[in-house]
Every structure is written in structure tokens, then in C-alpha cells.
């Protein structure tokens, strides 16, 4: 049951990116380096 609603809750968390789940799973992943660039 646990494992049913942590996929609903990410599922539902998730419904408005659409296409763009890639993209922000890139900037996620680069912008804490970014600040320390600049």
C-alpha cells in the first residue's frame, strides 16, 4: 500500500511538467555549481 501511494504522490507532484521533467532535472543538477562559477 505504501509503495502505491508514494507512486501516486510523485505521480501527482509530476503532472505539469510534461516534456519538461528533463530539463529541469538538468538545471537541478548543474545550477548549484553555476553560482559558484560566477
Known amino acids: 500500500m505504501q509503495?502505491?501511494?508514494d507512486?501516486?504522490?510523485y505521480k501527482l507532484n509530476?503532472?505539469?511538467f510534461g516534456?519538461?521533467?528533463f530539463d529541469r532535472l538538468i538545471i537541478?543538477?548543474?545550477y548549484p555549481y553555476?553560482?559558484?562559477c560566477g
Open 14 to 16: 509530476r503532472r505539469y
Open 19 to 21: 516534456q519538461k521533467l
Open 7 to 9: 507512486e501516486f504522490c
Open 34 to 36: 553555476w553560482y559558484d
Open 3 to 5: 509503495n502505491y501511494l
Open 28 to 30: 537541478a543538477s548543474v
